[in-house]
């Protein structure tokens, strides 16, 4: 026969004398109330009561201490509540040879506890990375430990593209959640990355997010009447930050809002993602222009206690934008209008690149990105129409000789041409076709001119919108508005040159819109070289990005009569809802062979947030971005972490002969076409500053496209060592960072966390909630999640295939196993199923389960040489206001003695040694109950019960409360 381990769990109520329900609690008592656990917070006593002969009565303040309402607040008038219950002591359970569990069982009981432990007070032990369901780099944890060092957490996260930007923030809200530090998060973001962000943190961190949008608000109010508001409905939400920034979102806002900020903070957490589209608008002034993103972000943020923007490009290439931005960030170390510091900024700043992040051995950690120009040779009628476009810019201009509006305006149509000339002849046709149609409607008494500014903030919306141009033709309403506005400046009618130069581009946009002009014939070869060479479809897949959906449009049908239709090709835009858009992401990282689609073309409505590098390393640009922020965006979507390729090609369309120097922006075809190639030259060698100035960039290539200049100017973008000295942080990952890493692979080991054992966990909780159990997967390591009934019911959410919704997928405890795959789901701490039967384990802990008796005995190596028990206990510090500051789980050794002797205590090597011993099998019934009078005789004559609590406490500081768990004893075979 072999040795044997006793396992046992404490009681908080069984058995104890209640309090008649005149005796109102003490602060800090542990009380039972509406069938939860809560600590007393306060007590208020009814003084007028004994004055006016009445019964006195109480106000009890309690805090929640259960595990999936840690933190939350009741009152209670404590006479009249019905079922109040005072936890006078904690005590160890009855022994009993019949009150037995299995070892198994009770293993997984205390793997709960242990995992469900959280620490506040100690900055070092990180808690996070254990409840999320992805690879932890060691660089995502930076800002996850400058978050926690800071005692309001403001940061400027402006990693490189692709480098996880979300998955970082996702940390550290689940951290600061973790540490009561947050109850609240509020995350704003463009429209098209909301349904992103909501899976992202349920898949990863376990996290529930509900989209504020018109659909919320209008379900809302019908099932909780006409005034609900959505802001006041869940506490994590994300919305977009054009729908905040509307009439109807800052409306609902204020609503919730107080006059001024108040501590607490109506949020706890605020994420505004791709920051740089809220920047404010800065052009060389000491001030910058706040937009109605930057102004909607700045109503919301000094409402929020920590505050985390996200973007790749943050600095637009002025320092006073750039000052505005961190102003919102942290008013108190900036201001706009002064210049920010590099030492406040690093404070602040999180910016890492691809190109410095190595592995161990030195080699990159990211694929290599390299820039490949498709050389085009322009034909006569292409270079006729550009000139013709030139000459018409010139005549105008003459024409419009006057204030700064009609100079504004007149740049606005020539530039506003030329990029779409650029882009293709469709969008070139649409846009001419468009302005004509203003040009007659204005020479008919139009109204009077707009302003300069007015006309400034229209050409401004034309940029940020042309993602959403849902107009058929290509041309969308903010486009058309700035159109109108610019014919309302002149004040006559065009010349007899413009309408002839007029007539004969509109000639050959149409000719062309139906065939290909020399730059979409030599893209579309390549996009056929790649992906059906020799009327063969390979398994390669590339994506075309361009600013403007009637190129799209345009390519689409092009590519159709080259035998690329179909199937094979998708199409993403501003007029994607969001589940198509998110069926097309999730086949576009699916493998080739299992769906067709070969060829993506997107507009900037997919260039930021959205993750494409799995299956593709091929990207081409039908155009040359005037602002490299959207050239740095779009090449982010495949030169991202998770991209397997060793190399990135990112290809573009230039003239023949680029390469030569003599050849400047010198208005040909040729000249224009050169200066696009040099930019994208002079970008990919500034890609270390932040934000790439870009808008500095996009202001000389607007002058080079006017002939305004020939050249590109470095020195406009200012002086770029004080820039990287600004903005730039470490360029190798700091030694404490992997000290870190180091410390969290310890932590995993020291907390058991193997995927047996997290699977354990789930075994045990179904069957003890009586629900059925996982069946094993046809592939080792998977299992298939059944139906489940009631609150399990949500553990399925998120099992459907990305691609196949009608199909369930299994899953696995296994990270490794579920490393880059989407056929499998991670069911990591974080996840619904595995909180769900971690919170139903842990409500053991009060004794009131019942489906557990929290003793278990059983067997153990014959090194241990006599019978040995184990208690555990699960110690827990909270503070004044009861939010749980530390929780341990702590264990106590007895080597119970062969006769009625003392049994002799364990230190901590020896009971420890006594836990690796057990095993999982437990002995006969005799045993058993033979064991059980031993270990019973020992526990009275050590005193191993636990001592009750004290009557009082400090108000500061309640009393320290704990549930004992006894766990394992070991004793010698005996015949």
């Known amino acids: 026969m072999g040795l044997t381990t006793i396992d046992a769990v404490a009681s908080t109520d069984e058995g104890l004398p209640r309090r008649p329900p005149a005796a109102a609690p003490e602060e800090g008592q542990l009380a039972r109330v509406r069938g939860r656990m809560w600590v007393v917070a306060g007590v208020a006593r009814d003084a007028q009561a004994a004055r006016d002969g009445r019964t006195v009565q109480h106000l009890v303040s309690l805090v929640s201490v259960e595990d999936d309402a840690t933190g939350e607040e009741l009152e209670v008038v404590w006479e009249i509540e019905p079922g109040t219950k005072v936890i006078e002591q904690a005590q160890l359970p009855a022994l009993a040879a019949d009150r037995l569990d299995d070892p198994a069982q009770l293993d997984a009981f205390l793997d709960a506890v242990r995992w469900g432990a959280v620490t506040s007070a100690d900055q070092r032990s990180l808690q996070a990375p254990f409840r999320s369901g992805i690879t932890i780099e060691d660089f995502q944890l930076e800002p996850l430990v400058r978050a926690l060092r800071m005692p309001r957490t403001t940061l400027l996260v402006a990693d490189d593209v692709g480098l996880g930007k979300t998955i970082e923030a996702g940390l550290v809200v689940q951290e600061l959640l973790l540490r009561h530090r947050a109850r609240t998060a509020l995350v704003v973001c463009p429209a098209a990355l909301q349904v992103q962000w909501r899976d992202e943190m349920r898949e990863k961190f376990g996290l529930e997010f509900r989209i504020v949008d018109r659909e919320l608000l209008g379900q809302l109010r019908r099932s909780r009447g006409i005034g609900a508001n959505p802001f006041a409905h869940f506490p994590r939400l994300i919305v977009s930050i054009d729908w905040l920034k509307g009439e109807l979102g800052m409306r609902l806002l204020r609503e919730v809002l107080p006059p001024h900020p108040e501590i607490p903070r109506r949020y706890d957490v605020l994420i505004v993602d791709e920051v740089h589209n809220c920047a404010p608008a800065g052009a060389g002034g000491r001030y910058a222009r706040d937009t109605l993103r930057t102004a909607a972000v700045r109503t919301l943020a000094p409402h929020c206690e920590h505050r985390l923007f996200l973007s790749a490009t943050p600095h637009n290439g002025y320092e006073n934008s750039f000052a505005a931005l961190l102003e919102l960030l942290d008013p108190h170390r900036f201001a706009r209008g002064i210049r920010p510091t590099p030492e406040a900024t690093r404070e602040v700043t999180v910016r890492r690149l691809k190109q410095d992040l190595r592995n161990a051995d030195g080699s990159p950690r990211f694929p290599l990105r390299r820039v490949v120009m498709l050389e085009v040779e322009h034909p006569a009628d292409e270079r006729a129409v550009h000139a013709d476009l030139v000459a018409y810019g010139a005549a105008r201009a003459g024409r419009l000789q006057g204030g700064r509006a009609q100079t504004l305006a007149s740049d606005f149509v020539v530039t506003l041409l030329k990029k779409r000339l650029f882009s293709s002849p469709a969008a070139f046709l649409r846009t001419l076709e468009v302005h004509r149609e203003t040009l007659r409607r204005g020479g008919a008494a139009p109204p009077p001119a707009p302003a300069p500014a007015v006309l400034e903030r229209l050409f401004e919306d034309v940029g940020l919108d042309l993602d959403e141009e849902r107009a058929e033709e290509g041309v969308g309403a903010a486009t058309r508005e700035a159109l109108r506005a610019t014919a309302r400046t002149e004040r006559d009618t065009p010349s007899a040159q413009e309408q002839e130069l007029l007539e004969r581009m509109h000639g050959w946009a149409q000719r062309a819109a139906v065939t290909e002009d020399a730059r979409t014939a030599r893209l579309l070869d390549w996009v056929a070289e790649n992906v059906r060479p020799e009327k063969t479809f390979t398994d390669e897949r590339v994506i075309v990005f361009t600013e403007y959906r009637a190129t799209q449009r345009y390519l689409q049908e092009r590519l159709a009569a080259r035998g690329i239709a179909g199937e094979r090709v998708a199409l993403l835009d501003g007029t994607t809802d969001d589940e198509q858009r998110e069926r097309i992401k999730a086949v576009w990282q699916e493998p080739p062979t299992d769906h067709p689609v070969r060829v993506l073309l997107a507009t900037d409505a997919a260039s930021e947030g959205i993750s494409l590098q799995r299956r593709c390393h091929l990207l081409a640009h039908a155009e040359i971005p005037w602002n490299p922020n959207r050239l740095e965006q779009r090449n982010g979507r495949i030169d991202r972490h998770g991209q397997t390729a060793a190399e990135v090609l990112v290809h573009h369309c230039v003239s023949a002969g680029w390469e030569d120097a003599r050849r400047g922006a010198d208005g040909t075809l040729d000249g224009d076409l050169d200066f696009l190639a040099r930019v994208v030259r002079k970008v990919a060698q500034i890609r270390e500053d932040l934000g790439s100035a870009g808008p500095v960039i996009a202001r000389q290539v607007e002058e080079a496209m006017l002939g305004r200049r020939a050249t590109l100017d470095d020195t406009r973008l200012g002086d770029s060592r004080a820039l990287r000295a600004l903005l730039t942080q470490q360029r190798t990952m700091d030694e404490r960072v992997a000290r870190l890493r180091d410390e969290l692979d310890a932590s995993r080991e020291a907390l058991h966390l193997r995927p047996q054992r997290v699977e354990r966990v789930v075994h045990t909780a179904l069957e003890l909630a009586r629900q ?151 002995p006969p019934v005799p045993l058993r109950e033979r064991l059980v009078v031993r270990l019973a005789q020992a526990e009275a004559c050590c005193a191993l019960r636990s001592r009750p609590a004290p009557a009082s406490a400090p108000a500061t500081s309640p009393p320290r409360w704990a549930a004992g768990r006894p766990r394992s004893a070991s004793t010698s075979p005996r015949r």
């Open 772 to 922: 059925p159990p996982l069946r094993p997967g046809e592939e080792p390591g998977t299992w298939a999640v059944p139906a489940l009934t009631a609150s399990w019911a949500a553990a399925t959410i998120g099992l459907e295939h990305p691609t196949r919704p009608e199909q369930r997928r299994p899953i696995t405890f296994d990270h490794e196993l579920a490393r880059g795959r989407t056929d499998v789901v991670l069911a990591h701490l974080g996840h619904r199923l595995v909180a769900l039967a971690m919170s139903l384990l842990r409500a053991e802990v009060w004794g009131t389960g019942r489906r557990l008796h929290r003793v278990a005995i059983r067997y153990a190596d014959p090194s241990l040489g006599a019978p040995v028990a184990v208690a555990h206990g699960r110690l827990v510090i909270t503070g004044a206001s009861g939010h749980r500051l530390h929780e341990q789980l702590i264990a106590a050794g007895l080597r119970v003695p062969a006769d009625d002797g003392r049994g002799e205590r364990l230190n901590v090597g020896a009971t420890e040694a006594a836990l690796a011993a057990a095993r999982d099998t437990t």
